[in-house]
């Protein structure tokens, strides 16, 4: 790969990293309104940089009031060549808790050979990586050897309303052959990966609702109904302490990975003792006996409370009944699962389970379908080979637990394959304190798209 | 009784009332410690009007470190007279959810007849009725018709652990015939009402750890602990929707109502279905089906959740599975249950509901027992006719489902009786917003007390 976009590459680490850098200072926090600035700042810096670096028709696509902005750009001057639409996000999660976080979440610091910074690997660490390999090509050479566009959101962690209304309406200006999405990780450190496989989603919360004010214990107990009893009870109801979802008709359209699939599992190098005392750190697994842990995380739908808001949580004792209760609840879809579908059947489980005296809504605030992509496609064939080569190493295939919305977006609306090469590593405390990304990654993932690239081009 | 108190209390009802606003403006919050100050503030304005009025030996007692002060006055001019110890607390329950409430929770406001403010009811206009009782007499007749001793706290709300170790350690100096207890409510609105018993409390904080860290729910969800979910499950296996507490041994020691109280009962003025619309709020009662809403409320023992946090709780969707949550439950206890029985009971079924890969700790944050007070006493006889002749009705006696560990530690220290003689009305949103006091029954409160002394000193 001694190309001259690779020289240039190895050329400016120290610059490419800074630049990293300046990108993860700006908490470009999706959930909360008072980061709208920090957005727009965040989407200006992304922008900036591409059209430094000759990409044309760089545009920052503001949507409704209270929508994040797109950034779109192409470079379309290889006729004849496969054209690639390169997706990532440079929006982020909370970073809270704070008292957890050993360096400031927004004060990129370095620590051995790791990036420390909210969003160092999800997803701005892996966004720049698109971005420097595009820039590498463009500025040694003045050319790519593939049409590239770039799509890059503000909202994958929001849901990603704006680019879900975006994409359907912009068929023509998105067509590309295939979708490059980098927000995806190794399945072993030294281990290059495709992701062929994500979850859906369906992310709601449940407000449950007793008496119309909060009310004396001691006065009230023992006959007032109480909202915060009434989640508890709910929520065990719909999922049981052996991992089993009880949700009517929620496993109906569940379809089994392929045997070829399970096999290939079976030779990753997993070890469930070292998953669950290095990356989950619990006294035990938990979740569905009769399911090994990978096909738990990738192949199984799963029925998750995020947090619980409601009545004293202070220091020390307030004797309260509360008026009303939240939870926030998430189930993770595998193929063929339908997430409307789904909704529907979460939202009448809650509703029969919803105990005398208390009033529950649900509402929804994402969804996204559950995709797996073809390992036929010449466009994984090749991502393959440049991944092997890169890293020196045989690509192996996985799925992912998480949902990447915009792939099931892509594979509706443009009905083209997204291409997961993702870099980031299993212990990098996505969404969590101390979120990483591992640096000889980051360089090696700029170095492969390159390698990428000059395949599709050949 | 035309006497000169009784003059002397018409004629100051303005003064009083403004009194009792200054009292109600100082925000002191017992379980919150950057309200300390204002806890100091409250003690020393108690006592300036207790000396002020003409009380001897006042004091404002220090505890150890963390320890609110309680205070302590005396006048024990009337030789062969009996002595009554004179109870309340002078601080209050958090004011939180701020955003309920109509005026500002330490802005005293009168609408009506009632006065709005945090501890209006609860118990500084309680407290306020005994040393204005005392002070019309004082002022007007330059003496009292009876010995009395106040006791006044600043600890109710966080479990009184200053006059619970004080209590046993100055039994000589709290000597008395009686305690009057002044923190209980009336029946309904103008029924005169003694409460001879009150349920006992054991308070604790449940909390569950599952990862050593945050996680990304679509990464490890299914096969992860997560400690929401087993909080639910240990609370939804603790108690049923039924109402029935599913603690072994809970029920063991619990003593039932004479017949002759649940018959007295049944005539007292209830009604469910206002009891209902009116004062919960709710679309129906809960609890066990096999007693009478009073017989929940006083005379059964309760499991009530009085908050949960844990999680992402903000605007949104954050799809991570929490490292630990924590809820406050607390169980009401009845005669002839044992709070640390009960305590080891709790903690021992936490354990054994704790789901795999979870650790639990139980805190204890407060602990009473249950108490019954005897009708046969003349403390409570003289009681009786003082209410009944102010309010122009017969006394009625009534149990609390609430719990006031000091007449527990009154009966097992001091071997006397506590008179509750209580002018709150079931309304008036203790421990919620928009608490208020009944001005009229602030007055005839007075009137009351000046009665009730007037009456044992003959």
Redesign the interface.
């Known amino acids: 790969m001694a190309t001259s976009s690779n020289d240039y590459l190895q050329a400016h680490k120290e610059q490419f990293l800074e630049g990293l850098k300046d990108l993860l200072r700006i908490p470009s926090i ?4 008072e980061h709208v600035p920090d957005i727009r700042r965040t989407a200006e810096f992304i922008a900036d940089e591409l059209r430094a670096m000759g990409m044309r028709g760089v545009e920052i696509i503001d949507g409704k009031p209270g929508q994040h902005p797109l950034i779109y750009a192409e470079w379309l001057e290889a006729p004849g060549k496969p054209t690639l639409l390169l997706y990532g996000h440079y929006d982020v ?2 970073p ?2 704070l008292d ?1 976080w050993q360096s400031a979440p927004f004060e990129p610091t370095v620590r051995g050979d790791d990036i420390f910074a909210r969003g160092a690997s999800d997803d701005k660490g892996q966004t720049f990586i698109l971005i420097k390999a595009v820039e590498c090509s463009l500025r040694s050479e003045g050319k790519l050897p593939v049409n590239v566009k770039f799509l890059i959101e503000g909202e994958e ?3 990603g309303e704006h680019i879900e209304e975006y994409v359907p309406l912009n068929k023509e200006r998105l067509k590309a052959d295939a979708a490059v999405v980098c927000d995806t ?1 190794m399945f072993a450190p030294g281990l290059p990966t495709l992701t062929t496989g994500l ?1 859906g ?1 369906v ?1 709601t919360e449940v407000e449950a609702r ?17 909202p ?2 009434a ?7 719909l ?1 049981g ?1 052996d ?1 089993k979802i009880r949700i009517p008709g929620f496993y109906d359209k569940v379809r089994k990975p392929s045997r070829k699939e399970l096999d290939a599992w079976k030779h990753l190098p997993f070890k469930e003792r070292v ?1 669950l005392k290095k ?10 006996k009769s399911y090994s ?1 990978l096909e ?2 990738w192949a ?3 029925f ?19 008026a009303v ?4 609840i ?1 189930m ?1 879809l595998v193929p063929d699962m339908n997430p409307k579908e789904v909704l529907r059947q979460f939202t009448a489980a809650v509703k029969k389970y919803t ?5 529950t809504t649900v509402r929804s ?2 969804t996204a379908p559950a995709t797996v992509v073809s390992t036929d496609s010449p466009y994984i064939a090749a991502a393959a080979e440049a991944l092997g080569n890169v890293f020196k190493k045989k690509t192996v295939y996985m799925r ?4 990447i919305p915009v792939v099931g977006l892509f594979l509706q609306h443009l009905k083209m394959p997204s291409i997961m090469m993702g870099f980031g590593l ?1 212990d990098d ?6 979120e990483k990304f591992h640096l000889p990654n980051f360089y090696k993932g700029i170095e492969s798209v390159i390698h990428y690239f000059e395949l599709l081009g050949k």
């Open positions: 999706s959930t909360l309104p999660q909370p809270d808790p957890e962690e929001v849901g990780e979850r989603l992310y007793g008496a119309s004010h909060d009310l004396h214990s001691g006065v009230y107990g023992g006959a007032a109904p109480n915060m009893q989640l508890a009870e709910i929520i065990a109801r999922k302490p991992g998953f990356e989950v750190g619990a006294a035990a697994l938990t979740g569905e842990v738990r995380v199984r739908p799963t998750e409370v995020h947090g619980i808001r409601g009545g004293f949580v202070g220091e020390g004792a307030k004797t309260v009944i509360p209760g939240t939870a926030k998430s993770r105990p005398k005296g208390i009033k605030l994402s992912s637990g998480g949902s299993p405390n996505l969404h969590a304190p101390n």
